[in-house]
């Protein structure tokens, strides 16, 4: 089945943009979505379909999506960007959800 | 605006059944844009699909639970369930119901999640 990896742990320092990957074959061609968790509470659908936001996600969370890498940045982090971020994508090959492992984001 | 809200007991015993209600506020069940899911998180660890289900009946299950998962749907009561037979303590986690946006799956409303804990 697919797989999409993340790294476990980024760290970025406030006011700084913070990148979080998401890697998978040929990634490019599937619809990308991240969610912001932050602990004790439900994952926040942060962008969707690659690069599009919620309605009330700041612009400083954007996405992209190319080649083998699909990449969460947050522009101007705050220290309540602070959370665990993942990446899901849908595999029509095996009709599976896939989510990646999780990236924990801390705000140094 | 959507809500979802789990229901269900939060102790399970080892080899029984784990059943789980989801109530959708807010908006119709029967939706033609959106599928109704399932996402298990065990303590500590990462977000896990169970499985997804449509107004109609129609359901996609993840394979490493498939032999023991049930999803279905209550049209008339707005709302949809789980169920998850003959659990083991690595059944422990919490779950979560969400609406999935069709097409690309994208779950965008989520439940406040619930703790169930396998447990004799």
């Known amino acids: 089945s697919y797989v999409v990896t993340q790294p476990p742990s980024v760290s970025v320092a406030p006011g700084q943009s913070a990148k979080i990957t998401c890697a998978g074959n040929?990634?490019?061609?599937?619809?990308l979505h991240w969610y912001q968790q932050k602990p004790g509470q439900a994952p926040v659908l942060v962008v969707y379909d690659d690069s599009d936001r919620p309605s009330g996600i700041p612009e400083r969370f954007s996405g992209s999506n190319s080649g083998n890498t699909a990449t969460l940045t947050i522009s101007r982090v705050e220290a309540g960007d602070e959370a665990d971020y993942y990446c899901q994508v849908w595999d029509s090959y095996s009709d599976h959800v896939v989510f990646g492992g999780g990236t924990k984001l801390t705000v140094l | 605006q959507l809500q979802l809200q789990e229901s269900g007991p939060g102790l399970v015993k080892p080899s029984e059944t784990l059943s789980l209600t989801c109530t959708v506020s807010g908006g119709s069940i029967s939706s033609s844009t959106s599928y109704w899911g399932w996402i298990r998180q065990p303590p500590g660890k990462g977000l896990e699909w169970i499985g997804n289900i449509y107004y109609s009946g129609s359901t996609h299950y993840n394979a490493s639970l498939k032999r023991r998962v049930t999803i279905s749907v209550d049209t008339s009561k707005n709302q949809f369930s789980l169920k998850l037979s003959s659990v083991t303590a690595t059944d422990t986690a919490v779950y979560y119901c969400?609406?999935?946006?069709?097409?690309?799956?994208?779950?965008?409303?989520w439940g406040q999640g619930t703790t169930v804990t396998v447990s004799s």
């Open positions: 040929n990634i490019r061609s599937k619809s």
């Open positions: 969400a609406s999935v946006r069709r097409p690309h799956y994208a779950m965008d409303v």
